[in-house]
């Protein structure tokens, strides 16, 4: 990368974890609550948390915060940055180990707030949990 394209890219890191923020410290007031299995993912440019997989039993959740602007000219290029993916351990085998799961195994909304995405997530553990 050249000097510029370094730069964009620590926009981009430090938005995105901007973004996935009020997530991380909402799972972790809520850690001691509920029997949650979080696995939070450091961005390695920021070296902050950007992404979160939360397992329960055979359910698994991964909340990804992605860049709402464009880090050269902060133009709005993605109104629904926070993707949510949903799917259970035993909703696909895999044949050889390698091979990528069918799409319909998965669950996937985007999102444009923190507060729907948790809604969303908090209401899918409690259908799949109870």
């Known amino acids: 990368m050249n000097p510029n394209e370094d730069n964009l890219a620590v926009v981009a890191a430090a938005e995105r ?3 996935f923020k009020p997530i991380e410290e ?4 809520l850690k001691n609550n509920k029997s949650l299995g979080l ?6 440019i920021s070296n ?3 992404a979160v997989t939360i397992n329960i039993g055979a359910l698994r959740i991964s909340i990804r915060a992605f860049v709402s602007k464009n880090p050269n000219t902060g133009a709005v290029i ?4 926070i993707n949510v993916a949903i799917w ?6 895999l044949n050889e180990g390698c091979e990528t799961p069918q799409e319909k195994a998965f ?10 995405a948790l809604s ?3 209401k899918e553990i409690d259908t799949n949990t109870n």
Not at 26 to 29: A, F, G, I, Q, T
Not at 88 to 93: A, G, V
């Open 48 to 50: 902050k948390n950007d």
């Open 39 to 44: 696995s939070f993912e450091k961005n390695t």
């Open 120 to 122: 969303y997530v908090f």
């Open 26 to 29: 909402k799972l972790l007031s």
């Open 17 to 19: 974890a901007l973004i």
């Open 78 to 81: 993605n109104t629904s940055p």
């Open 88 to 93: 259970k351990d035993q909703d696909f085998k």
């Open 107 to 116: 669950n996937t909304r985007d999102f444009s707030s923190y507060e729907d």
